[in-house]
């Protein structure tokens, strides 16, 4: 009597190919939810866009600084890249799926580019708390309740500056590490 044979064990993936699927599959959740915001965001611009609501702040009298004047007058185009980033970073996280060598590149670039990014837009900070307190009358900011919203601006922008650099450190971090993983060579032998 012949005993059965036992099915073969299949083999389990090794630690950088579990790696690459699990940060793939991430950045595509990623990259699908960051389309559909983009495409959210084009709705609500052209929306906007219609209502003009820049020169209704003008006609109120609300001051309009040129940061804002300057998104507004770009806002279109600015979400019409941020939808072309996203598209983008979801082929480059479809290819880094497929093991694909120019996925795993652009995958690397995108992650050098955001933690850049997340530094270089630190200063905007400043500027947003700038042009919040532009909009409030002189007068008021010289009253008592003033006074104490100019101590509660400042507060505001010390904590969203510190946040802001532990976030873009915490970031850069992650980024270097995942950059510093995708281009060990048992990572980078997965891909053709």
Not at 77 to 83: E, H, N, P
Not at 178 to 188: C, E, F, G, H
């Amino acid at each position: 009597m012949n005993s059965p044979k036992l099915p073969p064990i299949p083999a389990t993936p090794s630690a950088a190919t579990s790696f690459i699927a699990v940060t793939a599959k991430l950045s595509l959740v990623m990259a699908a939810l960051a389309i559909v915001w983009s495409l959210l965001q084009l709705l609500a611009v052209v929306l906007i866009g219609r209502l003009d609501i820049l020169q209704a702040m003008q006609n109120e009298g609300l001051p309009v600084t040129p940061g804002m004047l300057w998104l507004g007058e770009h806002a279109l185009s600015l979400s019409v890249l941020g939808l072309l980033l996203s598209i983008a970073f979801l082929a480059v996280s479809w290819a880094l799926l497929r093991h694909r060598e120019w996925g795993r590149i652009g995958f690397i670039v995108f992650l050098v580019l955001v933690a850049l990014a997340n530094f270089a837009s630190l200063p905007l900070i400043h500027g947003m708390f700038e042009a919040m307190q532009a909009m409030v009358p002189a007068d008021f900011l010289n009253s008592p309740e003033g006074l104490e919203m100019r101590v509660q601006l400042r507060v505001g922008l010390w904590t969203s500056l510190i946040t802001g650099i532990a976030a873009a450190l915490a970031l850069a971090g992650l980024h270097g590490w995942l950059v510093i993983k995708l281009s060990r060579p048992d990572v980078r032998s997965l891909f053709h």
